[in-house]
């Protein structure tokens, strides 16, 4: 059963950093292109970051360049996203997704979810 479970989350002051975790079950996390989603309320499901499956390019939505980095440790079968100097902006539920062809780091492009984490960003 292919399964992604996703932990880290929580609240953190503005500048503060977190970590999100996604363990991978069912299946081998690198053969498939992985990413990171969030949604904010009343938001639509936005890309964070991908790893492409076919030569481990990284992609970053602007909003996020410089401040999150996506990475992944095939021993574990678990991927991450360190989020650095984060913002009240940042704030949302985060998913972790994975596909087996890469097309494009798009919420409509990944095939299998995780159940998603809340990250808050306030003082």
């Known amino acids: 059963q292919v399964q992604l479970v996703e932990s880290g989350g929580g609240l953190v002051q503005p500048g503060g950093s977190l970590r999100l975790s996604c363990a991978a079950s069912?299946?081998?996390?690198?053969?498939?292109?992985i990413g990171w989603f969030r949604e904010a309320p009343g938001k639509e499901r936005e890309a964070v970051s991908c790893?492409?499956?076919?030569?481990?390019?990284?992609i970053y939505a602007d909003s996020v360049k410089g401040r999150f980095t996506i990475s992944r440790d095939n021993a574990k079968n678990t991927m991450y996203l360190q989020m650095n100097s984060l913002k009240p902006e940042d704030t949302a539920v985060y998913y972790c997704?994975?596909?087996?062809?890469?097309?494009?780091?798009?919420?409509?492009?990944?095939?299998?979810w995780g159940q998603g984490t809340q990250v808050a960003v306030s003082s």
């Open positions: 997704a994975a596909v087996g062809t890469f097309v494009a780091c798009g919420p409509d492009d990944f095939d299998y």
């Open positions: 069912g299946f081998t996390l690198d053969y498939y292109g």
């Open positions: 790893i492409r499956s076919s030569d481990g390019n990284t």
